[in-house]
């Protein structure tokens, strides 16, 4: 997609701290984070929601928690624990609309999510 944050910074349009790059999923840092560690684990392929997933997608999507393991384990998180959620749709925050994963950790982390 032309006009799409992430698809840019997948191809080096705008630049991005990568901390992972794989062949069909890749990671940066959250410009504006939300917790001492804030990641963003992003679909290299274009999707705008998570409701645009199809069966063809299983197998990308079902790597993600492993690849947030080894980078929450690379930073200490997987003593103190991490979050890895997705927004869905602008009523549940989403802003940028090329699926991510938010891993987050480093703080304590209230239940429920506001
Ligand atoms: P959402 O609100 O869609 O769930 O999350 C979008 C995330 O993208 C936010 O946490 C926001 O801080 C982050 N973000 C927005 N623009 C940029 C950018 O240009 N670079 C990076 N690294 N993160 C961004
Ligand atoms: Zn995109």
């Not at 925050?93 to 506001?114: A, D, K, M, T």
Request: charged content about 20%.
């Amino acid at each position: 997609m032309d006009d799409c944050l992430f698809c840019k910074i997948n191809k080096g349009e705008i630049p991005a701290k990568k901390v992972y790059d794989g062949d069909e999923v890749f990671a940066i840092e959250d410009i504006n984070p939300q917790a001492p560690t804030h990641l963003l684990i992003i679909p290299k392929k274009h999707h705008a929601t998570l409701l645009d997933l199809t069966k063809e997608d299983h197998a990308m999507i079902g790597s993600i928690p492993t690849i947030a393991n080894d980078l929450a384990r690379e930073r200490g998180l997987d003593q103190s624990g991490y979050r890895l959620v997705v927004n869905c749709g602008a009523g549940a925050g989403q802003s940028v609309f090329h699926i991510h994963f938010h891993l987050l950790g480093g703080r304590p982390l209230q239940w429920p999510p506001g």
